[in-house]
């Protein structure tokens, strides 16, 4: 009785969920199979089109791996910052809390532009190097992948740090003294203690970061420019100036099982990492 009346309760939600998740990656499976954008016969050949195409592997090499340096960069602030929060005197944390959260605060096309702004040839960042008089010319920092890496991490990085807070949150502070009692050094106890125990808000931290920036559609085309292609940016073009629909379809399809790929190494990891924890 009691399981047909929570069965009731998750229609609603089951509802919704094939409404507008299910139905909405069918229709895009459909689209993907036809030969042509006419969609007058099914077919595979988009998604061979796109796999023995080294050009469009090479976008989707190159997104991957974006999101990569992204993920290690936001964790190496993010998780300092982490650290400062929890270890921190108590006026400076509503100050690093504030930080991390500001930029869920602005919109993200405004916090695009502000970087577009500060990398530009007469930005904030080159103005202060050659006031310095460290360069004689102004760097080259927008539209290169290095600006999208540090763009991309500001954006996201509240996505690494707010796991990292709960995880470091959880970990026993008298941990640290024992490991001191035994012998251990400050930085031996960190990487031998306090690591490991922070390892799921680690790969919490990661997913989310990874998922998030190498689906950022907008920074990654503005920060970007015309100068590199990513697979959101690839897709747009296909769908929208080529009205190729069949072969954007085919890649976004190709995009988002490379995305879960990752996706599942991450929840392996984590397993992995909950299983030492416990054992």
Do not use: H
Not at 102 to 113: A, E, G, N
């Amino acid at each position: 009785m009691m399981i047909g009346y929570e069965l009731k309760l998750a229609t609603p939600l089951a509802a919704f969920f094939v409404l507008f998740f299910v139905a909405p990656l069918l229709i895009l499976l459909y689209v993907s199979l036809q030969a042509d954008p006419g969609m007058t016969r099914m077919t595979a050949a988009q998604f061979g089109r796109f796999l023995l195409d080294p050009f469009s592997l090479g976008v989707l090499l190159r997104t991957l791996f974006l999101g990569v340096q992204v993920t290690l960069l936001c964790l190496l602030l993010g998780f300092p910052l982490a650290w400062c929060y929890l270890r921190g005197p108590a006026w400076l944390q509503p100050v690093l809390i504030l930080v991390v959260l500001l930029p869920l605060l602005t919109s993200v096309v405004v916090r695009t532009f502000a970087w577009i702004v500060i990398l530009g040839r007469q930005g904030i960042v080159n103005a202060a190097l050659m006031s310095l008089g460290l360069i004689d010319t102004p760097l080259r920092l927008l539209y290169t992948e290095g600006g999208v890496v540090v763009a991309l991490a500001q954006v996201q990085m509240p996505l690494m740090v707010l796991p990292l807070i709960t995880a470091l949150s959880r970990i026993n502070r008298s941990l640290d003294d024992a490991s001191a009692a035994l012998g251990a050094g400050a930085w031996r106890g960190f990487w031998r203690v306090t690591v490991p125990l922070s390892l799921p808000g680690i790969i919490a931290g990661c997913m989310l970061t990874y998922a998030a920036a190498i689906t950022a559609f907008i920074t990654q085309s503005l920060v970007g420019g015309g100068q590199m292609l990513f697979m959101p940016m690839y897709i747009y073009q296909q769908a929208t100036a080529l009205q190729n629909w069949p072969f954007a379809a085919a890649i976004s399809i190709i995009f988002l099982a490379a995305v879960l790929a990752v996706i599942s190494v991450f929840k392996a990891l984590g397993r992995l990492s909950q299983a030492r924890a416990n054992a």
